[in-house]
């Protein structure tokens, strides 16, 4: 995954979740803000999706997102869009 992403021109990748590989990663120049490492695979059927909006924090991010965090205040809404 993180060398399609690199092929793709994607600059840093933002998780909800755990990511593993990360000296792999890191070599490549890609970086990854996640909440943990693991050592363990994905399952090959799920769960998850690829291109449509996530919650991070509580904050609904929609891309294509140009940034590489996003932190909510108390004024801002709760959906943020790139």
């Known amino acids: 995954m993180g060398e399609f992403m690199v092929n793709a ?4 990748a933002v998780v ?10 890191s070599a490549m120049g890609l970086p990854v803000h996640a ?3 693991t050592p363990a695979g994905p399952f090959k059927d799920g769960p ?3 291109g449509v909006p ?5 904050v609904v991010v929609a891309g294509p997102v ?7 205040t108390a004024s801002s ?3 943020a869009t790139a």
């Open 16 to 25: 909800d979740g755990a990511v593993r590989d990360v000296r792999a990663l």
């Open 35 to 37: 909440r943990a490492v």
């Open 77 to 79: 809404s709760s959906h």
């Open 54 to 58: 996530v919650a991070v924090g509580g």
């Open 66 to 72: 140009t940034c590489s965090s996003v932190t909510p």
């Open 48 to 50: 998850g999706a690829i």
């Open 9 to 12: 021109g994607v600059a840093d």
